[in-house]
C-alpha cells in the first residue's frame, strides 16, 4: 500500500524545496510551495524566484517545463492553513535546528491529523527535531533525505524518528519507491544517516592522503573516476560539484557529533579546505574550488589547483601501468582488485583507500545500518558507484581484505573476523534460486526481497537463459512465455549482427513465446547505426552492400512493426538515429523517464533511413491538428533537420517519438520487469499487428516552401552549402518526392525514399568528413 497523495506542500523554495517540488509536479501530483514572506513588494516573491530558478536549472528538473503548472506559490505567514490541505508535507528549509523546531511548532497549529510531515534534513537527528511536538505529530513525523538535483539521483534516505508509526514509514517507503521512482533506503537516526556518512568520509580520507603524500588532485581524479566504478567526476571535481561549503560543513557536523567515531579527525576540515572556503573558492558555484576553468588562446581550459603554491596550473595527462591493465575489464570489483594488486603510484593510493574504506564501513555495523544491502545501494543510488563497499568486498574475498589489512599493519574489523570464522566469506549469495545477504549482526544469511529491478539481461544470462547469440546481440528467455533480445555491442550501436539477430529473433519468438521485448540494462539504449561500419563501407567503395544493409535495417524495422505477437521496445537513456527508429517502430514503447530520444542523423551529413522519417509522418498525422499534409510536413522537417532530442520521456512525446499508449517507466531500474508485463497483457487482450498505413504527402509544391525557407538561411550564412543538400533531400522525403496530394504513399514507397536519399548523401565528401570528425572527437562538423 501507498499514500495517495492528492495534494503536497513543501516548504522552503531553495536549492531542495524547489528541486523536490518539481519532482512532485513531474509524477502529476500538485504541490503548495511556500518560503518566507518577502520583506516588500509581492509576498510571495521568494518561493517565485525559487520556482522560477528551479525552471531555469540546467540539466533541466521538470520533466517538461509545462509541469511547473502544478505548483503554486505562496508564503508561510499568509498560506500557513493551506498546508492542511495537504496529504504530505516537506520541509526544506535551512540545516538549523532552532528554525526547523519553530516552523515545526507554527505547524503542529493547523496540521491536519492524516498530513504526513517529513524533514529534508541531510544530518540533523530526526529524535532532535521532534522533541516537544504533540505525539500525533510525531507518529506522523520522519526525515525524507533527498539528493540534490533530485530528478535525477535516485537515493531517498528514510530515517523514522522513535514514535513514527510503521505505517507511515512502510507508506512513505512505497510512495517514494512506486511514486517518485526512488531508490528507498530506511536508515537510522545517526549524523548524516548512510549515504553522506561514508562518502564524506571517502571524500575527506582521500584529501587528506593526497595532501601528506603529494598526489595532485587532478591525478587522484584520472583514478578515481572510471577505472574504479565511479562517476567521472571522480572525488575533487565531484567535490565542486557538491559545493566545498557544503562539503565542510558535512564533514564538521559528523566531527562535533560522533565524539566516538574512531576515525573522527578524518572528518577535521583541514587548514586547506577552510583557506579555500574563506576565500570563496566554493566550486563551481563561485567558479573555482579545486578546479577553474579560464578562457585560453584556444578556447576555454580547465585548471587545478596546486596546493603549495594556491595557484592554478594546467592539468596533467597521467598513465598508470596497473590502471591500463584492467581498462578493457567491464567488471568494476575485478578492475578494483587487479588495481591493488598493482605496484605503481596508482596502485598504492587505491590499496590505502580502499582498505580504509571498506574497514571504516564495517566499523559502521550496526551504527548507520543492520543490512549490507542497503549500505551498497545508499552508495551505488546516492554517489553512482557501480557497486558498494560490500560488494567490492566479495569482488576482492574477504581473506584478502583481511590479509592486506594485516599486511599493511591496520587493525582488522570485528565485522570481518567474526565472517572468517564462521566461514562466511562473502556477504551476497544464493539460495533456493533467490539472493541472500549476511545480516551484520547476527550473521544470519538472509533472503533479499525479490524486487522489479531483479530481472535483468545480465541475469538472464547469468542463469543461462539464453536461446541464441552472436556478435552484437543475444536472445534470452524472460520466463512466462516473453522473448528479450538484447543489444550488446560497444554503446549499443546497430550493425548487421544486431539486425540479422532481429530477423531471427522475430521468427523464434512468434513460433514459440507470446511476446518479446528489445531492450538492455545499459545506461544508453542505443546511440543508433555502427557509423564506423557505414564509413567504412563509404571508404572501400561497398555501395551494394551499405544499400542491402540499409535495406536490411528497413526489413527488420517492418517485421518488428508487423509481427504476430507483440513487441515491446524498453528505451532509456541516449535512444538515437537506429535506436529511435526501433523504438518507433514497436507494438508499444515502454521507456524510462530519462529518455533521450532524437533522429540525429542530419548532425553527421545523412538523414533517417530506417524508418524514422516515415514513422515521424505517421505518427504527427495523428497528432498534428492544424489542417492538411503540410502542417505535418513541416513538423517533421523541424525535428529531424534540427536533430532536436527530447530531454526527457515527456519531450519525447511532444516531439513525436513516442504515442499515447506507450508507456514510462520512473525507476529506469524496473524497466523490463515492466515491459515484459507489458507484452504479457498485450498478448493476453489477444494483440493483433496493425493494418499497413498509407500517406498522402504535398509533393513538389509542399517542399518548395520549404526550398524557399533554406534559401534564406544559406544567404544570411545560418547554414552551409552542405546543410542546405542534407535538407534538401530530406524535404524530397518528408514531401513523398514525385508525388500529389491525392495519391496514398504506402510505407514501402516512403522507405526506398529515405534508402535512395540516406545512400546518396553517404556518397558526399563532406558527409564522409562529417562521419569522420563525430567517430574520432564525439562531435558534430560544420562545413
Ligand atoms: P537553501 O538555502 O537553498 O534554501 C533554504 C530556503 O529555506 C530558502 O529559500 C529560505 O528562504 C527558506 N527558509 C529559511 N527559513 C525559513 C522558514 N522559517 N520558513 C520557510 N522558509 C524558510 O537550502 P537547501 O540547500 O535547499 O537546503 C534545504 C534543506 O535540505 C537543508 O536542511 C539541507 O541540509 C537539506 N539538503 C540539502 C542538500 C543540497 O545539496 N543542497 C541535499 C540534501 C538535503
Known amino acids: 500500500m501507498s499514500y495517495e497523495v492528492k495534494q503536497a506542500g513543501v516548504v522552503g ?20 510551495l511556500l518560503d518566507v514572506p518577502a520583506k516588500e513588494g509581492d509576498r510571495n516573491s521568494v518561493a517565485r524566484g525559487g520556482l522560477d530558478r528551479a525552471l531555469k536549472a540546467r540539466p533541466a528538473l521538470f520533466y517538461d517545463a509545462r509541469d511547473a503548472r502544478r505548483i503554486t506559490v505562496g508564503n508561510i505567514d499568509d498560506d500557513l492553513p493551506r498546508l492542511a490541505e495537504c496529504d504530505v508535507v516537506i520541509e526544506a528549509i535551512v540545516e538549523r535546528l532552532d528554525v526547523k523546531r519553530s ?20 544530518g540533523i537527528s530526526i529524535n532532535a527535531m521532534a522533541e516537544g511536538l504533540p505525539e500525533d505529530f510525531r507518529r506522523h513525523f520522519l526525515v525524507t533525505h533527498f539528493f540534490n538535483p533530485v530528478r535525477y539521483m535516485k537515493l531517498l534516505e528514510i530515517v523514522p524518528n522513535r514514535d513514527t508509526a510503521p505505517r507511515v514509514v512502510d507508506d512513505w517507503m512505497s510512495f517514494g519507491a512506486e511514486t517518485l521512482g526512488k531508490g528507498v533506503v530506511l536508515c537510522k537516526d545517526t549524523p548524516n544517516f548512510i549515504a553522506n556518512r561514508l562518502g564524506v568520509y571517502g571524500f575527506m580520507a582521500t584529501l587528506k592522503r593526497a595532501l601528506e603524500e603529494g598526489y595532485g588532485f587532478d591525478e587522484i581524479d584520472s583514478i578515481f573516476g572510471a577505472p574504479l566504478g565511479r562517476p567521472n567526476s571522480a572525488i575533487f571535481r565531484t567535490c565542486d560539484i557538491s559545493g566545498l561549503d557544503v562539503l565542510m560543513h558535512v564533514a564538521q557536523g559528523v566531527y562535533d557529533n560522533c565524539p566516538d567515531d574512531e576515525e573522527r579527525e578524518v572528518f577535521l576540515p583541514p587548514a586547506l579546505l577552510r583557506e579555500m572556503v574563506s576565500r570563496g573558492w566554493l566550486g563551481e558555484k563561485s567558479g573555482q574550488g579545486f578546479y577553474k576553468r579560464v578562457k585560453g588562446p584556444e578556447g576555454s581550459e580547465t585548471l587545478v589547483l596546486d596546493p603549495q603554491t594556491m595557484e592554478y596550473r594546467p592539468r596533467q595527462k597521467f598513465r598508470f601501468a596497473s590502471i591500463g591493465a584492467v581498462r578493457d575489464n567491464p567488471d568494476p570489483g575485478a578492475r578494483i582488485k587487479a588495481i591493488m594488486r598493482g605496484d605503481d603510484r596508482a596502485a598504492s593510493f587505491v ?33 553512482f558507484w557501480a557497486q558498494g563497499p560490500f560488494q567490492t568486498i566479495d569482488a576482492i574475498g574477504l581473506p584478502d581484505v583481511e590479509r592486506m589489512l594485516r599486511e599493511d599493519g591496520l587493525p582488522v574489523p570485528n565485522l570481518f573476523g567474526r565472517m572468517l570464522e564462521y566461514g562466511d566469506d562473502t556477504f551476497y549469495g544464493q539460495a533456493d534460486g533467490q539472493r541472500t545477504v549476511v545480516m551484520a549482526l547476527t550473521l544470519i544469511e538472509t533472503p533479499l526481497a525479490p524486487t522489479p529491478a531483479d530481472l535483468t539481461a545480465a541475469s538472464l544470462v547469468e542463469a543461462g537463459h539464453i536461446v541464441k547469440q552472436n556478435a552484437s546481440a543475444r536472445l534470452l528467455d524472460m520466463g512466462d512465455g516473453v522473448a528479450l533480445l538484447q543489444y550488446d555491442s560497444k554503446m549499443n550501436s546497430i550493425d548487421d549482427s544486431i539486425v540479422e539477430l532481429t530477423r531471427e529473433a522475430l521468427e523464434i519468438a512468434a513460433d514459440r513465446y507470446r511476446g518479446l521485448v528489445i531492450g538492455n540494462d545499459a545506461a544508453d539504449f542505443s546511440v543508433g547505426a555502427n557509423l564506423g561500419a557505414v564509413l567504412m563501407a563509404v571508404m572501400a567503395g561497398a555501395w551494394d552492400g551499405l544499400a542491402a544493409v540499409t535495406k536490411g535495417f528497413q526489413d527488420a524495422n517492418m517485421a518488428v ?14 535512444t538515437l538515429g537506429g535506436g529511435c527508429e526501433v523504438v518507433m517502430h514497436g507494438s508499444r514503447a515502454r521507456v524510462a523517464a530519462e529518455f533521450y530520444a532524437g533522429l540525429v542523423e542530419c548532425g553527421v551529413g545523412l538523414i533517417p533511413g530506417g524508418g524514422g522519417c516515415k514513422e515521424l509522418l505517421l505518427r504527427l498525422h495523428a497528432t498534428v491538428k492544424e489542417h492538411g499534409p503540410f502542417p505535418v510536413v513541416r513538423t517533421a522537417f523541424e525535428t529531424i533537420s534540427f536533430a532536436k532530442v527530447g530531454t526527457s520521456a515527456a519531450e519525447a512525446r511532444t516531439l513525436g517519438f513516442l504515442r499515447a499508449a506507450d508507456r514510462v517507466s520512473l525507476d529506469r531500474e524496473r524497466l523490463l520487469y515492466d515491459a515484459k508485463a507489458d507484452a504479457i497483457a498485450l498478448a493476453e487482450a489477444g494483440y493483433t499487428p496493425p493494418q499497413p498505413a498509407a500517406i498522402q504527402l504535398p509533393g513538389a509544391p509542399g517542399r518548395l516552401v520549404l526550398e524557399q525557407q533554406l534559401d534564406g538561411l544559406r544567404k544570411t550564412n545560418k547554414i552551409s552549402d552542405h546543410d542546405v543538400l542534407v535538407a534538401t533531400k530530406l524535404a524530397y522525403v518528408l514531401t513523398g518526392g514525385e508525388t500529389d496530394l491525392l495519391t496514398p504513399l504506402s510505407e514501402q514507397y516512403l522507405l526506398d525514399l529515405e534508402r535512395e536519399a540516406f545512400l546518396s548523401l553517404a556518397g558526399t565528401e563532406q558527409t564522409r568528413q562529417r562521419m569522420q570528425h563525430t567517430l574520432s572527437t564525439g562531435k558534430p562538423l560544420r562545413n
Not at 104 to 121: D, G, I, K, Y
Open 103 to 122: 516552523f515545526f511548532q507554527r505547524l503542529a497549529e493547523v496540521r491536519a491529523p492524516h498530513t504526513v510531515v517529513s524533514s529534508n534534513t541531510s
Open 351 to 383: 590499496r590505502k583507500a580502499t582498505l580504509d574504506l571498506l574497514a571504516y564501513t564495517a566499523r559502521r555495523i550496526p551504527e548507520i545500518a543492520d543490512n549490507p544491502d542497503d549500505v551498497d545501494k545508499a552508495m551505488r543510488w546516492g554517489y
Open 561 to 574: 512493426k508487423y509481427s504476430k505477437i507483440p513487441v515491446v521496445v524498453a528505451g532509456a537513456g541516449r
Open 13 to 32: 523554495a531553495g536549492v531542495m524545496g524547489a528541486a523536490i517540488a518539481a519532482h512532485f509536479a513531474n509524477v502529476g501530483i500538485p504541490v503548495t
